[in-house]
């Protein structure tokens, strides 16, 4: 790994986790409690780490 190589993950990781809250926090606010119920089931950022099986579907009428 180069130099720049080591900054640009150094410098991006910050930068992702909070992307992730943001990205979170306005998924909320569109799906609501359907959205919170499908969030007690998933896992963050390791998708295989929560092995549970998911029945929520998520459907909003809002455009994005």
Request: glycine letters at 4%; zero cysteines.
């Amino acid at each position: 790994m180069t130099v720049g190589h080591l900054f640009f993950a150094v410098m991006i990781t910050p930068y992702i986790l909070v992307a992730i809250q943001l990205e979170e926090r306005d998924l909320m606010r569109a799906y609501g409690e359907s959205y919170r119920k499908y969030r007690e089931q998933v896992s963050t950022l390791f998708p295989f780490t929560a092995a549970k099986e998911i029945t929520i579907v998520i459907s909003s009428s809002k455009q994005f």
